[in-house]
Structure formats: structure tokens, C-alpha cells
């Protein structure tokens, strides 16, 4: 059973860091592609940043330059630094593993809450 249970979420003021981490179990991890998505209110969740098997890396627009997503396969677990966050980051981050067939085919955690506020 696949399970992946993201943790490293809270509140930060603009300007600040957090990093995100995401455990994942009941899979052959380093066959993954791994993903951070983020869901802010009234919007679609949409792609923060991925990482593949191979360690080629994707990036948001809004992110880049600000986020570092990486990936330690002998624990099972993948990443997002976060740098320079935004008001606009605010949003429920959430953790995707999946076999190249796209996050829809994949599995999903139950997300950690980044609030970006003075």
C-alpha cells in the first residue's frame, strides 16, 4: 500500500524558508517520478516541481530561482526547499509519486499547509 505523508508546512512571513519533506512507503521509490503540487483556495492544484528517476527536474514559472526540489532514495523521500516565499505561495502543498504516466496515475498525500503572511 502506497503511503506518502508530507510534512515541513506552517506559517512564515514573506521573505522567509521552509522546507517541505515527503516519506514515502509501500513503493520501489527510486522508480518514481516525484511531485510537489500546491492547491490555493478557489483555485486548481496545479505542478510546483517534479523530480524523476533519473533526477531531471521540472519547474513552475512562479518558482523558479526561489524553489529546490530534490530527492534522497535511500530514505525514501523527496523535497521542495522553498526561498523567498510569496504571499502568493500560500496553499496546501501536496506530495505525487507516479510511474511516468502523470500525476492522475499516480498517489497522493494528504498535504501540509504553507502560509505566506506578515
Known amino acids: 500500500q502506497v503511503q506518502l505523508v508530507e510534512s515541513g508546512g506552517g506559517l512564515v512571513q514573506p521573505g522567509g524558508s521552509l522546507r517541505l519533506s515527503c516519506a514515502a512507503s509501500g513503493i520501489l521509490f527510486r522508480a518514481y517520478t516525484m511531485g510537489w503540487y500546491r492547491q490555493a483556495p478557489g483555485k486548481q492544484r496545479e505542478l510546483v516541481a517534479c523530480?524523476?528517476?533519473?533526477?531531471?527536474?521540472n519547474y513552475a514559472d512562479s518558482v523558479k530561482g526561489r524553489f529546490a526540489i530534490s530527492r534522497d532514495n535511500a530514505k525514501s523521500r523527496v523535497y521542495l526547499q522553498m526561498n523567498s516565499l510569496k504571499p502568493e505561495d500560500t496553499a496546501v502543498y501536496y506530495c505525487?509519486?507516479?510511474?511516468?504516466?502523470?500525476?492522475?496515475?499516480?498517489?497522493w498525500g494528504q498535504g501540509t499547509q504553507v502560509t505566506v503572511s506578515s
Open positions: 505525487n509519486a507516479h510511474l511516468g504516466g502523470g500525476p492522475e496515475t499516480g498517489s
Open positions: 523530480i524523476t528517476n533519473g533526477g531531471t527536474t
